[in-house]
C-alpha cells in the first residue's frame, strides 16, 4: 500500500532532527538507546525475560516469527529484541520499534483464535514504521555522501551497523545512487 502523499519527505526532516537533537554526525552509526530513552523506552534482549531455549525453539517451529515487539510496561515502553538475529537485524528491529514510537502509532493489542495468541497490525502503520526505520538508520545526506565517496551497500551496511538489505533499500529508495552518478558525470565534464 503506498504511503501517504508527503509523508516520505516528513521522515526523512524528522529523522534529520533525531539525529540533529542527538548531536549525532552523520559519518558513526545513531545510538538507538539513547533515541529510545528520548521517548521514555528501553531496549532489552528477550534472552534476559525468558530462557534462551525458549526463543531457539520458537525459531525452529516458525523461523522468524518472532525479531522484536514493543510492550507497554509501567506509564513506559519497553523495546524486546531477538539475541538470535545479528547484530544488524536487530539494529533494523529496534529501529523499526521506535519508528513506531516516534509516529505516535497504536500499540497492537494480542488476539486470540482458539488456542493461539498473535499480534495483529495496521498495514500502513507498518509501512510507515519501515520506511521511518530506514531514515533514522541511515539519513538521506549520509547515504548520498556515502555512495558518492564509492561506498556500496556491504560497506554501508558495515559501517552504520545494519543490513546489506537496509543498505541495499536506502539506496535505492534515497536515489542516491542516481544522485551520485549524476554528481559524478558533472564532475568529469567539467
Not at 497492537?108 to 488456542?115: A, H, I, M, N, S
Amino acid at each position: 500500500m503506498p504511503l501517504v502523499r508527503g509523508f516520505k519527505a516528513e521522515a526523512e526532516r524528522r529523522a534529520s532532527a533525531v539525529w540533529q537533537e542527538l548531536e549525532t554526525p552523520l559519518t558513526v552509526p545513531i545510538d538507538l538507546r539513547m533515541v529510545a530513552a528520548g521517548v521514555g523506552a528501553r531496549v532489552v534482549m528477550a534472552d534476559e525475560l525468558i530462557d534462551m531455549r525458549r526463543l531457539e525453539q520458537l525459531e525452529e517451529i516458525q523461523p522468524f516469527g518472532f525479531s522484536a515487539c514493543t510492550f507497554e510496561v509501567d506509564g513506559g515502553h519497553a523495546i524486546i529484541l531477538n539475541p538470535l538475529r545479528s547484530p544488524g537485524r536487530q539494529r533494523a528491529d529496534c529501529a523499526h520499534e521506535l519508528a513506531h514510537l516516534l509516529l505516535r502509532h497504536q500499540m497492537r493489542v494480542p488476539e486470540r483464535v482458539g488456542d493461539y495468541v498473535f499480534f495483529t497490525g495496521n498495514v500502513d502503520q507498518e509501512d510507515e514504521a519501515n520506511w521511518f526505520a530506514g531514515c533514522l538508520l541511515l539519513p538521506r545526506s549520509a547515504v548520498v555522501k556515502a555512495v558518492y565517496t564509492g561506498m556500496g551497500a556491504p560497506a554501508l551496511a558495515e559501517h552504520f551497523q545494519t543490513t546489506e538489505e537496509m543498505a541495499r533499500f536506502r539506496i535505492n529508495a534515497s536515489g542516491a545512487a542516481a544522485q551520485a552518478a549524476r554528481r559524478r558525470k558533472m564532475t568529469v565534464s567539467r
